[in-house]
């Protein structure tokens, strides 16, 4: 079962592993992401900052959805992580059974794009009209979807956000 996933550009942190984790009680942590997949370094990184109590596998994003699609998944209570919104829209669309969708941090360090730089939404989240698009794309999926940093924050939902 996957209870959360959430989109956070740095993954597996300290509100992941300590206020998350646990608050979600979640017995395994999956990371989405290609780049992270393919950076031996940032594997150990971010294994070294998983909880211990939560089994943790570093996936490319073919990999990880072909994990979630498999039915021992059931078995196990899921925090499913992404770096970007393209990833998260991608798990979103293909993945049945996401009870949340949860936007954490992401986009405050970022180049401008062609000239545009992100807009920020949050206290910690800033997106390009780009990626704006695909988190309404998200929150329009019928997954309920808020954007909550820390557990103990009030959450907002993700669609009255970026209006």
Known sequence: MIPLIRLDERMIHGQVA???????NVDRILVVSDSAAANPL?????????PITAKTAIRGTED??????????EEHKVLVIVS?????????TEIPGICQVNIGNYGRIAAKVNGEMRKRYGENLYLYESEAE??????????????????DD????LKKLLK
């Open 84 to 92: 970007t919104p393209e990833d998260l829209l991608r798990v979103v």
């Open 64 to 73: 990880a959805l072909r994990m979630m699609r498999d039915p021992r998944m």
């Open 42 to 50: 940032v594997q150990k990184s971010l294994m070294m900052a998983a």
């Open 154 to 157: 009030a959450p907002n939902d």
């Open 18 to 24: 300590v206020k998350w984790s646990r608050v979600l």
């Open 134 to 151: 695909i988190l309404r794309r998200v929150a329009e999926s019928g997954i309920k979807a808020q954007y909550q940093t820390m557990p």
